[in-house]
C-alpha cells in the first residue's frame, strides 16, 4: 500500500502495491494559507526551539525527570521565568541565617566533636541534629583544625630554626677529617701564601677579598666562584678569616685545594694581636651578660604569647634569635681598617654568597668620599625581599631610637660591600658602633632584636654609597619565589635566611647555583658525603 499526495497537494491517493488499483482517492480543498505565511511560521519556530530545549533540558537536570507531567514541568520552571526562589535557594538563605547566629554563641564545654567530615555526616544520621546543633558543631571543627594548623606551624618553624641553626654531619665531618690531616700531613701545614708572596697582602694593585666564617665548605664555594668568574684571577687575594677551632681545617682545605693564580691567607681571630678584650668591647658584652647568652641559646618558645603573634612575625623572632649574631666573626667587618691598616679598599663578602660575574669593576666605582658601597634594600622587584626600611630593625617605641633615627629611611644591606679603608680611618664609625651596641645592652635588647646589622646601619649613617642592585641580590635563604632569571644575571646572589644551600632545608630550584661550585671529585668531600 502506497500514500501519494499531489504537488498541488489538492489530492491525496491511496493505491495498492501493485499500482493497478486505487484504493481510494481525496481531494482537498483549495489551500487558504500562503507560502509566505507558512514560511514565517517555520522560521520563528525554528528561532524559539533552541531556547525551548535549552530551559527543558536545565530543569531536566535539575530533577524534572522524576516529574511525570507537566503540572510538575510547570511547577519547575514557573519560578524561574517569574524570577521567584525556590526550594533551595530559600534553604541556603536560612541556612545562612543559622550560621550567623551560632558565629555568636560560646562553644559550650565539653562537646564532642567528630574527627572527620564523613564522621559527622553519620552523626547526623544517627543522632537526628537539627541544623543549628549541626552549624554549631561545624562551627566548633573548623575552630579546632585552625588551632591545630596553626599549632603544627609554629612547630615547623622551630624545627626549622633547630635545622638552621645546626652544622650538619657532612660539614662536621669534612672539619674533622680536615683538622687530623693538618696533624698528621705537612703538605697541608705549608704556608699560606708561600713566602716569596707575602707582599702581595699589603699591595694595593691587587683586588683583596675578606671573607669571615667558620663554614669550611662555605667558604671553599665562595673562593672557588670568585676565582672562576674572575676576568683577572691572578689579581685576586682572599684573606679567609675563621675561629681558633676551625683553622687547622680551613687552612688544611686551602693548602691542599690551590685556586692559583689567586692568593689565598688563612688567619684565624687569636692572631690578631689588635683582637683584645679592650679593643672588642662585643667579646667582653658576650662573656660577662649572661641574660644575651640564654636569649640567643635558651628556651625560644619562653615568654611567648603565641595566640597573639603571627607566624611570619615568630619566625623573624627566631631568626633574631640565631647564635651567630653573638660570633665575634659576625662583628669582625667593624674591625677591618685595623686588622688590614695597609689595604686601602676591600671587598667584605659573607659566606652564603656565590659570585657569578668578575668583580674587579667594584674597585673602580667612585664612592663620593663614602666609606661603605652597598646595595640598597628598599626598592625593587621582589616587594617582599627588597622593602626593608629602618623601621624593620628598630624598636621606634623606644625613645633613644624615635629621636635619632627616620623610620622610613632605606635600609641596605651587609653580604657584599666594598669598603674604603683609608677613608673609614679619619671617621668614628667604630666607637659609633659600640656605643650603641652597649646602649642597647643596657635597655636588655630591647631597641633591637637583629644581630649586626642594625648598629651598623647607624654607624654608617652617612657614609654609604649605593651601588646598582645588579651587584648583589638578596633573599635566597628565604624567597622561594626568587626570580631565576635574574639570579641568573646578578653578580653575587646571597642566600640571607634560613634555608642555606647546604642545609636540607635549603630550597631545591635556588641550590643549583651553590652546588655548581662544589668539588664533588674532592676525596674529603665524597668521604663526608657532602649533599650526597
Known sequence: ?????????????????????????????????????????????????PFVFILTAVVTLEGVNKCSSFDCFGRRLGPRLLGRIDDSERLVRDFYKILNEVSTQEIPDGLKLPDSFSQLVSDMKNNHYDAKTFALILRAMVEKFERDIRE???????????????????????????????????????????????????????????????????????????????????????????????????HSWFALNSVAPAIVEVKSVHQFDWLTRENVPVLEAVESHNSIRNYYHGNHIAGANLSETTPRTFASKLQSRSPKYISLLNHLRIYLPELFPNLDKVVFLDDDIVIQRDLSPLW???????????????????????????????????????????????????????FDLRTWRKTN????????????????????????????????????????????????????????????????????????????????????????????????????????
Open 1 to 49: 500500500m502506497q500514500l501519494h499526495i499531489s504537488p498541488s497537494m489538492r489530492s491525496i491517493t491511496i493505491s495498492s502495491s501493485n499500482e493497478f488499483i486505487d484504493l481510494m482517492k481525496i481531494k482537498v480543498a483549495a489551500r487558504h494559507i500562503s507560502y509566505r505565511t507558512l514560511f514565517h511560521t517555520i522560521l520563528i519556530l525554528a528561532f524559539l526551539l
Open 364 to 418: 673602580d666605582i667612585d664612592l663620593n668620599g663614602k666609606v661603605n658601597g652597598a646595595v640598597e634594600t628598599c626598592r625593587g622587584e621582589d616587594v617582599w625581599v627588597m622593602s626593608k626600611r629602618l623601621r624593620n630593625y628598630f624598636n621606634f617605641s623606644h625613645p633613644l631610637i624615635a629621636k635619632h633615627l627616620d623610620p622610613e629611611e632605606c635600609a641596605w644591606a651587609y653580604g657584599m660591600n666594598i
Open 152 to 250: 603544627s606551624k609554629f612547630a615547623e618553624l622551630m624545627n626549622k630554626h633547630f635545622a638552621a641553626s645546626s652544622i650538619p654531619k657532612g660539614i662536621h665531618c669534612l672539619s674533622l677529617r680536615l683538622t687530623d690531616e693538618y696533624s698528621s700531613n705537612a703538605h697541608a701545614r705549608r704556608q699560606l701564601p708561600s713566602p716569596e708572596l707575602l707582599p702581595v697582602l699589603s699591595d694595593n694593585a691587587y683586588h683583596h677579598f675578606v671573607l669571615a666564617t667558620d663554614n669550611i665548605l662555605a667558604a671553599s664555594v665562595v673562593v672557588s666562584s670568585a676565582v672562576q668568574s674572575s676576568s683577572k684571577p691572578e689579581k685576586i687575594v682572599f684573606h679567609v678569616i675563621t675561629d681558633k677551632k676551625t683553622y687547622a681545617g680551613m
Open 429 to 532: 664609625i667604630r666607637e659609633t658602633y659600640h656605643s650603641w651596641l652597649k646602649e642597647n645592652l643596657k635597655s636588655n635588647l630591647t631597641m633591637w632584636k637583629l644581630g649586626t646589622l642594625p648598629p651598623a646601619l647607624i654607624a654608617f649613617k652617612g657614609h654609604v654609597q649605593p651601588i646598582d642592585s645588579s651587584w648583589h641580590m638578596l633573599g635566597l635563604g628565604y624567597q622561594s619565589n626568587t626570580n631565576l632569571e635574574n639570579a641568573k644575571k646578578a653578580a653575587v646572589i646571597h642566600y640571607n635566611g634560613q634555608s642555606k644551600p647546604w642545609l636540607e632545608i635549603g630550597f631545591e630550584h635556588l641550590r643549583p647555583f651553590w652546588t655548581k661550585y662544589v668539588n664533588y671529585s674532592n676525596d674529603f668531600i665524597k668521604n663526608c658525603h657532602i649533599l650526597e
